[in-house]
């Protein structure tokens, strides 16, 4: 599907990107890749991994769009991966927060329909379903935005869907490499932040393929959700660091105790596939049929239970230490 396309990554120096970018060269024979950031440091160091010829790097920042519509001519499809995702700097700096995840959200939207671009993926979080914080609030609207835009794109061709996931085991400014500093700093106990706390786990490998293979599942509209394990705060801190104690330190301000993939609420238009979820769009499309139950390579889904939700306490796989521990190995390879 990526043969000979041109796929461009926003915010694709971070971990997401990278792994990404990693992925698509290995299996793929990309005509370019794009990555459009705006850390110049990040880029020049990710380029002297990345060289190949098919690599183009762009700074910019997707709040500026007429830089992002120059960026996106010629491109076929976008992984929209940038965002100020940090929660407690976003409950401080909410302006900030908004601008590049809101309205950094409409800026693609209108660039891609500027160069018909095939199809955009964004990518989303946990946190925006029932948000009780404001990088949650703000990656809310921002799936409602990409869910809108196919029914605005008139007579372009653009898709655009969403993919949510938990946490990625590893992933910068993340739990493990916090845990993993405080123990080869010589800490002799681990904060946490509540006894009870649960969150889904997810490698940064898994959350790349379950991204390349929406590109070829998605109708348009839809918010993709994988079907993913469970691990307990303290479990994580045993498997870590069995020899040190643990200091409960009270959740950090915008945090939940446990996590919601798929509310309740939503219950009423989502479907359950072997190994995801689809939560259908609200709104009725003018153009086409509403109809989720069947992806574009003929996937077969069936509506969950009124008021199901997927939930992290809930789950029905929950990661034992052992296996705790070799995903955290996977994620440093």
């Not at 914080?133 to 061709?157: P, Q, R």
């Not at 739990?175 to 006894?195: C, D, N, R, W, Y």
């Not at 898994?206 to 070829?216: A, H, Q, S």
Request: net charge neutral; aromatic share 10%.
């Amino acid at each position: 599907m990526f043969n000979n396309k041109t796929i461009l990554i926003t915010g694709g120096t971070g971990s997401f990107g990278k792994k990404y970018v990693k992925t698509l060269l290995e299996r793929y024979n990309p005509k370019k890749i794009i990555i459009f950031s705006r850390d110049e440091l990040k880029q020049f160091e990710m380029q002297q991994k990345f060289d190949q010829p098919c690599m183009r790097y762009f700074i910019g920042d997707v709040r500026d769009k007429e830089r992002l519509t120059q960026a996106m001519n010629g491109v076929d499809f976008v992984i929209h991966a940038a965002a100020l995702k940090q929660v407690p700097a976003a409950e401080y700096n909410p302006m900030e927060c908004i601008k590049t995840n809101i309205n950094g959200a409409e800026n693609i939207i209108a660039a891609a329909l500027a160069h018909d671009v095939e199809k955009v993926i964004a990518l989303s979080t946990d946190k925006a379903a029932n948000p009780i914080n404001l990088y949650g609030a703000t990656k809310l609207v921002s799936d409602k935005l990409f869910v809108a835009a196919n029914n605005i794109s008139g007579g372009h061709k653009t898709t655009f869907s969403v993919v949510r996931y938990g946490n990625v085991v590893g992933s910068r400014g993340s739990v493990v490499p916090f845990f993993e500093k405080l123990i080869a700093e010589g800490a002799t106990e681990l904060p946490i932040t509540h006894k009870d706390m649960t969150r889904f786990w997810i490698t940064l490998q898994d959350g790349v393929d379950f991204v390349l293979k929406n590109f070829t599942r998605m109708l348009g509209g839809e918010i993709f959700v994988p079907k993913i394990p469970s691990m307990r705060i303290l479990d994580l801190a045993q498997a870590m660091a069995p020899d040190l104690a643990t200091k409960i330190i009270g959740i950090r301000p915008g945090e939940k105790l446990h996590e919601i993939m798929c509310p309740a609420d939503d219950s009423y238009h989502t479907y359950e596939y072997d190994d995801h979820f689809v939560i259908a769009p609200s709104i009725k499309f003018s153009s086409r049929s509403n109809d989720f139950t069947v992806n574009a390579i003929n996937e077969k889904g069936k509506a969950v239970a009124h008021n199901y939700e997927y939930n992290s306490r809930d789950n029905e796989q929950f990661l034992s230490l052992n296996e705790i521990k070799e995903l955290n190995k996977q994620s440093c390879l």
